[in-house]
């Protein structure tokens, strides 16, 4: 890494008629020059060989975006806020490693092939259909790494992986292999959460609510059977379409009545005991259930007395484990109706559904249907309501220790904190433990064969791995249980979050070391990561499945510190969708600006918060690429060659210079806490303030009066330190317009804009800036700034030249030692400075109602509230407040008394004068007062 060794040091670059700084910076050629240089320079580039001391490495597990579709502006924001760390840390002399991957394997991969091919995955043999998934997925993966780069991105792209590669899979499946050798995982058949439309398991995590229009049907149950004949009513009331007895069951889900194999009742349900014990016949079925008491049964909903059916929901699941309940399975793989159903076989279950009530109304079992609306659980991937099947599936156990996944959450650093709490309340929410096997096939497959006859599990070799299982051999001749010498190889393949969920142990090259018998790392430095950054939505997914797979397999935590950013919205603050229209896509934006006033919206935030896309904001970044060119070409023309300045004796510094240096002093300390605390947006804002305003409206302009004569070393001095430390703190905010800057007047040996390829003195590889120990009184300082701010607009409204002398200035506020810059700064001949306040005369000239608090409240009696104003008559009164609760923000608060009513202070706004009654014309500032005589 190139460093600065002396903090002050100004050597090296060319002036402004060297380099020929234009007037207008040209972000089109300037950003795809850098682009471009940076990856041939290897600016970016991890080096391995440098360190392997961990305490010298800043690594940052990047989440692989998801193979799904295009590169979308939420990518942006994620993926620039990561790069603000990356460059930042970079520049504390880290050797920073910043890797990116693709999340190329799964259900998302495949249904973009088959939504961009027009197929069925279905219609094809697997390798068939992988190789076509990895064709579109090439296609797709090099156009995220021509955007990424184009958004300036400080990636490693030497350091690429996708989660398909032969490298991956291996890791994936030792993965696999180390958990079951644990006794971590298990294969079981049992009720799975199932999508009919991607027909494959999916685990608890996938699910998400969505609302949904349906009917609330009431069914009448037949009773065969009271379970109290004795208690049973007399004449029961409920209807049926005969004499039977009946009960009232409510459903959204009348489909699955041919699947009903019980019935419950709450036990302190005293309306229907009399049923408990007895039996039922479910209408148009006729098969007959038992009727069961269960505390689980909601009272509120319906009648209180609903239908177990083998699956409609998490309970239903419950009662048939619970009471040994017998199995009907209605519904198939792909949502069809099964021979269960007997004249519904065949048909879609939404078909099913409304054919059924069509029948129980013929038949006189349907008593009433009428509109709902209720929240379903659907798969997140396509958005169709889920089953739940008996299905034979791997599962990792979560259950039994969410306690200790809480644990190594705590041990992390969360930014912001209150991010943790969505990584608790997921745990303490888990009610299954993870399914890891999909039936699909464009994934890593199970490394797996069972023996045909006895079922025993056998697995690849660690050395073997990666392997298909469909493909290749299993790795012993005979079954090790019962010698059996004909083998099933398992179809399945992994979750894709099984995977992904590994990010950390393969950029750490966690591997299996034969000979010594044992898991290692080719890059142990790497791990923990230092930063696991991403979206608050896959919190659930990627890191808690992160956190689980690495725990298990190390024993530590995966990461050090969590950086959590919220998701972008539209200028209404809406989520963005495609059926909605409102998606803003990278190149609609980069289109209008400079990747740098993108990367400038990206840091508009606080971390966590979900950010709404505003062009205002672009825009507010483009003035600002535009004002650090301006500022720069003055300081280029204002100081001699960057080589020639040198620092002043301490006593030479003049008070304005001094002043400057130490609140620059603040400002790099102020910065370097707020990058280490993950706040951007208030180490943007900071920045952007002094630099814009007291840096060049202010300090600049006093500069610039004192160097267009004679030199002035001091002022050149901090002049051109000052502008090499903006440089360096715009860095990982604006890295393309400070690398132009930086190369045309401070790298070494650069003369002209062109560089070099090779040893490119970059901004991005200089040494963050450190404070350099400057006293001054920065109270005096900033007085002093304001009365100069003061006077420049006292000249502008009264239509003098900035240059234009002032014969008298009185100035009242603390400004001692900056005395002479003020006169310097604003050509004032006779400058007089007093600590004491002026007087100062203070007169109401109006009463600003707020008529939305008013008018509800008084009514009618608004015009009298007017006229009174109108005419004088109120009077202000200091707020009444008990004295326990009285602060010196209170005592401003007031009260206005206006025709007989009493306003509280939320309700108006006076509206004053400040006149001076001595000579002269009175311009206030926050802490001073300026009178111009």
């Known amino acids: 890494m190139s460093t600065d060794s002396d903090p002050g040091d100004t050597s090296g670059g060319g002036s402004a008629e060297d380099s020929g700084l234009p007037p207008e910076y040209d972000p089109e050629a300037v950003e795809p020059k850098w682009q471009d240089r940076w990856v041939e320079a290897g600016t970016y580039a991890y080096d391995e060989t440098a360190t392997t001391d961990p305490n010298t490495v800043f690594s940052i597990d990047t989440p692989p975006p998801t193979v799904s579709g295009d590169l979308h502006w939420g990518h942006v924001y994620g993926d620039t806020l990561q790069d603000f760390v990356a460059r930042f840390n970079r520049m504390r002399g880290y050797e920073t490693f910043f890797p990116f991957g693709y999340d190329d394997n799964g259900i998302a991969s495949e249904r ?30 090099a156009d995220f790494t021509e955007k990424m780069q184009a958004l300036g991105m400080s990636i490693d792209w030497s350091n690429t992986y996708k989660t398909i590669e032969p490298r991956v899979q291996r890791v994936s499946q030792l993965s696999f292999i180390d958990l079951y050798e644990q006794g971590r995982e298990y294969r079981r058949r049992a009720p799975t959460i199932w999508c009919p439309d991607c027909e494959t398991a999916i685990s608890q995590v996938e699910q998400e609510d969505a609302r949904q229009h349906t009917t ?26 005969g004499d039977t007895p009946t009960f009232t069951i409510s459903t959204t889900r009348p489909e699955l009545l041919p699947a009903c194999v019980s019935v419950f009742v709450h036990p302190d349900d005293e309306e229907n005991q009399h049923l408990v014990g007895g039996t039922a016949r479910v209408p148009i079925f006729g098969q007959e259930v038992p009727i069961i008491e269960d505390e689980r049964v909601d009272m509120e909903t319906g009648s209180g007395v609903v239908m177990c059916c083998t699956f409609g929901d998490r309970t239903d699941i419950e009662w048939y484990q619970a009471h040994d309940l017998p199995l009907r399975i209605a519904i198939d793989e792909s949502g069809t109706m099964t021979d269960v159903a007997d004249d519904y076989e065949s048909m879609t279950t939404e078909e099913a559904r409304e054919a059924i009530i069509g029948d129980l109304e013929a038949a006189g079992y349907l008593l009433e249907s009428r509109d709902h609306e209720h929240t379903v659980q659907v798969h997140e991937r ?160 990627w890191l808690f499945h992160t956190v689980v ?53 990206a840091a508009g935030t606080s971390i966590g918060d979900d950010f709404p896309y505003k062009e205002g904001d672009l825009e507010g970044g483009e003035r600002l690429l535009q004002k650090l060119w301006n500022a720069s070409r003055l300081v280029d023309q204002t100081t001699p060659e960057p080589g020639t300045v040198e620092a002043p004796a301490d006593e030479d510094l003049a008070a304005v210079d001094r002043w400057l240096l130490a609140e620059l002093d603040d400002l790099v300390a102020t910065l370097t806490g707020r990058f280490d605390a993950c706040e951007f947006s208030k180490a943007r804002n900071d920045l952007r303030a002094f630099f814009w305003n007291s840096f060049c409206d202010d300090y600049l302009e ?79 300082g900033e007085t002093a700034m304001e009365a100069i701010s003061a006077l420049r607009r006292y000249k502008t409204e009264n239509g003098m030249a900035l240059n234009a002398d002032l014969d008298r200035v009185e100035v009242y506020g603390h400004v001692t030692g900056f005395e002479d810059a003020i006169a310097e700064a604003m050509h004032v001949r006779s400058l007089e400075t007093f600590d004491e306040t002026p007087e100062v005369t203070t007169e109401v000239t109006g009463v600003d109602l707020d008529y939305s608090l008013v008018g509800p409240e008084y009514g009618d009696r608004v015009g009298d509230i007017d006229a009174a104003i109108e005419a004088g008559e109120f009077e202000v009164r200091e707020a009444q407040r008990g004295s326990d609760s009285r602060t010196e923000s209170d005592a401003v608060d007031e009260e206005l008394h206006v025709a007989g009513v009493e306003l509280a202070p939320e309700m108006f706004e006076m509206e004053r004068e400040r006149t001076y009654s001595g000579d002269g014309e009175m311009v206030e500032t926050e802490n001073a007062v300026v009178v111009v005589g």
């Open 112 to 141: 973009l092939t088959e939504r961009e091919l027009g197929i069925r995955h279905q219609d094809f043999e697997r390798r068939e259909f992988q190789e076509k998934c990895r064709e579109v997925c090439r296609d797709y993966e």
């Open 216 to 241: 609330f049907n009431d069914i009448a149950f037949e009773v065969v059977e009271f379970g109290d004949p004795d208690a049973a009513p007399d004449d029961p009331e409920a209807p049926g379409p």
């Open 382 to 541: 396509c958005e169709v309501e889920v089953e739940y099947l008996v299905t034979e599936q791997w599962y990792v156990e979560l259950l039994d220790r969410t306690e200790e996944y809480l644990d190594a959450g705590r041990e992390m650093e969360w930014y912001p904190d209150k991010m943790f709490t969505r990584y608790q309340h997921w745990i303490e929410g888990l009610e299954w433990d993870w399914c890891i096997s999909r039936q699909r096939d464009s994934g890593i497959p199970f490394p797996v064969w069972y023996c045909e006859d006895c079922g025993e599990t056998v697995l690849a070799e660690k050395e073997q791995l990666p392997v298909e299982p469909i493909a290749d051999d299993p790795p012993v001749d005979a079954c090790p249980e019962c010698g059996g010498a004909a083998f099933q190889p398992e179809a399945d393949v992994f979750d894709t979050w099984a995977t992904s969920s590994l990010t950390p142990l393969i950029n750490a090259g966690w591997d299996w070391d034969g000979e010594r018998e044992a898991y290692t790392m080719e890059r142990p430095e790497l791990y923990p990561m230092d930063l696991r950054p991403q979206g608050h939505d896959i919190i659930s997914f």
């Open 549 to 601: 797979k690495c725990y298990e397999h190390t024993g530590e935590v995966p990461f050090e510190n969590v950086m959590i950013n919220g998701m972008v919205l539209d200028e209404n603050r809406e989520a963005m969708s495609k059926s909605k229209g409102n998606v803003v896509t990278p190149d609609e934006v980069l289109e209008k600006f400079p990747v740098d006033a993108a990367r400038y919206w």
């Open 702 to 780: 006093i500069a610039k009066q004192r160097l267009s004569g004679d030199r002035d070393p001091s002022a050149e001095y901090a002049l051109v330190t000052a502008h090499r430390t903006f440089l360096k703190l715009f860095a990982p905010f604006l890295p393309h317009v400070t690398e132009e800057l930086w190369q045309r007047l401070y790298a070494a040996g650069a003369t002209d804009a062109a560089g070099t390829s090779e040893g490119l003195d970059s901004v991005h590889a200089r040494d963050w800036p450190e404070t350099r120990g400057y006293e001054a009184d920065l109270e005096a």
